[in-house]
């Protein structure tokens, strides 16, 4: 394998590319509540992201080869280091919050640690029972960055932050329940009821449209009361989303690229979006 392709493939399997969308929604949500960059933050998320994604992969390496052999092809030319690898991320994320995190954050911390490792083995198969589960407990771990970044900064814990988690969540279900079309296969096989397998392919993507548009309606009001410079944000999410809603209605789509790049990617382009608003308006 040419070391451009491992590296890319290292960038996008590896969880990398995913754990920086998150640090991004990190950065977004310190524009949005206007709180002062902690930078060393943004490396907090990421190494927790990093933790929970190696941890949960090599768990579930041998179900991937089902639906997504490309990520435990490439994770296999270092499977027995993976463990090690985990172990460091889990090191540095530590290093970092109690050299520069308060009590509420670090308690925090090891509570969105306990529960991102602990999906594979318990809140994943819950989804036999409830239809979507893993998309809700995803989408609202996510949102829980709101009152983490809040809390690390030492921020108020507001109506505003509480809304901004609210409806953060519900964002976060579209991009979290369009992922499970690459893993249909492998959900029918672990008797995983989510919502691509319980209303179809189609009739799924026409539910994620109705619910981009039911949950931006809210998101929009809710930021343009406070400033207008949310505008650029507000329009990129709706249109990002629609557009990959749509480009997942094409029969011959590469669906690991369209999740794992563009998909996962969206977060990535939030604070320039943010940033262009603040110094356009």
């Known amino acids: 394998m040419k070391i451009s392709e491992f590296l890319w493939n290292e960038f996008v399997y590896g969880g990398h590319w995913f754990s920086i969308s998150a640090s991004s ?3 977004s949500i310190m524009l949005i509540l206007n709180i002062v960059i902690k930078w060393e933050f943004l490396f907090i998320i990421y190494f927790l992201m990093q933790c929970v994604y190696n941890y949960n992969h090599y768990k579930e390496i041998h179900i991937d080869f089902i639906s ?13 280091a993976l463990p090690i690898i985990t172990f460091f991320y889990g090191f540095l994320l530590f290093l970092l919050i109690i050299y520069f ?51 690390y900064c030492s921020h108020e814990i507001n109506i505003f932050v509480f809304e901004l988690f609210l409806l953060l969540s519900l964002r ?11 893993d249909i296969k492998n959900d029918k096989k672990q008797n995983l009821t989510t919502f691509p397998i319980y209303f179809g392919r189609k ?20 930021l343009i009361k406070n400033s207008y410079s949310f505008v650029p944000f507000l329009i990129f999410t709706y ?24 998909v996962d990617g969206e977060f990535i382009f939030w604070p320039f979006m943010i940033i262009s608003g603040i110094l356009l308006i």
């Open 25 to 27: 929604i990190v950065f």
């Open 203 to 222: 009739k799924f993507l026409t539910f994620l449209h109705i619910i981009n548009f039911i949950t931006f309606i809210p998101f929009f009001i809710f």
């Open 239 to 262: 249109v990002y989303t629609f557009y990959y809603i749509e480009k997942a209605k094409k029969p011959k789509i590469n669906e690991n690229s369209l999740v794992n790049i563009i």
């Open 68 to 80: 997504n052999p490309d990520r435990p092809n490439h994770l296999r030319n270092y499977l027995r």
């Open 101 to 151: 995190g308060n009590i509420p954050s670090i308690v925090l911390s090891i509570l969105l640690l306990i529960l991102g490792l602990s999906f594979t083995h318990f809140f994943k198969k819950l989804t036999k029972q409830i239809i979507g589960f893993k998309n809700f407990f995803a989408s609202f771990t996510l949102g829980s960055l709101v009152i983490f970044t809040t809390l």
């Open 172 to 182: 976060f279900v579209i991009s979290s329940s369009i992922s499970d079309i690459k």
